[in-house]
């Protein structure tokens, strides 16, 4: 596999990255935390299944070029 899009790669890490510290700084409350992962992740995901179904879609995570 590759990261075709490196830009919405990033931005999902990085919401990644800040919802795991407001986590760990008990700022946010871990069942909205874990909600917001998993769209984070599910958006993700989302993606590539649409892109491999044939849709207009730039996914983050592609096949390696043969």
Do not use: W
């Amino acid at each position: 596999m590759k990261i075709v899009n490196p830009t919405k790669a990033f931005i999902a890490l990085v919401a990644l990255i800040c919802l795991t510290i407001l986590l760990a700084t008990h700022s946010i409350e871990s069942e909205a935390a874990v909600g917001m992962m998993g769209m984070i992740v599910g958006y993700s995901v989302g993606n590539g299944i649409a892109a491999r179904q044939g849709d207009d879609v730039t996914p983050i995570i592609g096949r390696k070029p043969e």
